[in-house]
């Protein structure tokens, strides 16, 4: 299957500064690529989907401009989280389509 | 349809015994399916998908059904095994537009799947 990276796996960062998280597709490439948010016991929620050379659609009850996305490539999708709060601690995981959608392993971010 | 809960309905099997689980979908439009796996502290991992002009597929050792009258999916796992206790959640992929250009993939709440020795 098609493989998806994601980089930090865990961040600890303080709360006010911004966290910028990475999203790759190692084998194949993704015009498309999808960010959700996890919280403990629950499901997926997508928050944003990210299209490469254009502006990403987030979804209701997003802040598109405390969760920055950038997609320059067709194998590099970021998320930015800023001026991070304790509240935006939760585990993010991307995705990209290749036929199906292949996930990242997630990061965990942790705001003190 | 999305949905969220605090807690995550069980299931407990014995090992080697086959599990089945369960899901119901909300959008009739939705016209692909596919089952994840996830495990404690990693991203979902693709199990098994199905379009909705099937019923059933098969893959190794798991089984996807599909009814579209009551709009229910379910996962079967043949031999259970202890490596298979995880998270399952079915997904739901449905066209935004009519002409099925933009889509969007909706999980189900999931369901803890726990393998007994």
């Known amino acids: 299957g098609a493989v998806v990276s994601q980089h930090p796996s865990r961040v600890i960062c303080k709360s006010g500064t911004s966290v910028k998280i990475e999203c790759r597709s190692l084998?194949?490439?993704?015009?498309?690529m999808f960010w959700y948010r996890q919280f403990p016991k629950q499901s997926l929620m997508l928050m944003a989907t990210?299209?490469?050379?254009?502006?990403?659609?987030?979804e209701q009850g997003v802040e598109k401009d405390k969760f920055l996305i950038n997609h320059a490539s067709l194998t590099l999708s970021t998320l930015t989280v800023t001026s991070a709060h304790p509240e935006d601690s939760s585990f993010y995981i991307c995705?990209?389509?290749?036929?199906?959608?292949?996930f990242g392993p997630g990061t965990r971010l942790l705001v003190l | 349809g999305e949905s969220v809960g605090l807690h995550l309905p069980t299931l407990s099997v014995q090992e080697g015994d086959n599990s089945i689980i369960n899901c119901a979908y909300s959008n009739s439009a939705s016209d692909y399916f596919i089952w994840y796996k996830q495990e404690s502290g990693k991203g979902p991992q693709f199990i098994i998908d199905i379009r909705s002009n099937m019923d059933k597929r098969q893959g190794q050792r798991v089984t996807v059904l599909l009814n579209k009258t009551v709009k229910h999916l379910s996962l079967q796992i043949a031999a259970t095994q202890p490596g298979d206790s995880a998270v399952y959640f079915c997904a739901e992929n449905t066209p935004l537009l009519p002409s099925g250009s933009a889509r969007q993939l909706t999980f189900g709440s999931g369901t803890q799947l726990t393998v007994l020795p």
């Open positions: 995705s990209a389509r290749y036929e199906t959608q292949y």
């Open positions: 990210s299209n490469e050379g254009s502006k990403a659609t987030y």
């Open positions: 084998d194949f490439q993704a015009t498309t």
